[in-house]
């Protein structure tokens, strides 16, 4: 059915074709066990550690290589077990002191938010830190 309006046919577009169908063959079906891959994606989405450890923000990985801070090994361990401490206290978002560097933790999170090198620590100010921990 078309209408004629000023000299111009326009078709009524208001009814479909019943011939369409949409095929659902290839549908996956909605009882689908949670795959590997899908647990992995999951979880980097939500930037938590796959060995349980420390994650690093991206201003902290940005940070640590700028200042050349060595965080590998013992001092990863060290930071590792201060954040373990500072669980225990209460502590939520906590400065760590180390001889090389001081870090900015977020407790809750196991990650590591920012580093200042040693040599850049004097003059510099940390706010909204509830905790502080010194280790060797």
Known sequence: MTKNINNILIPNVTKTSNQKKVDVSNR????????????????????????????LSTHAAKRLEERKIDFNGDEYTKVKDAIGKLRAKGGQNSLIVSDKAAYIVDVKNNKLVTAVDKGSMSENIFTKIDSTMFIN
């Open 28 to 55: 996956l079906p909605k009882n689908v066990e949670v795959s590997e891959f899908k647990s992995l994606l999951d979880q980097k989405i939500e930037q938590k550690p796959l060995h349980g450890g420390i994650s």
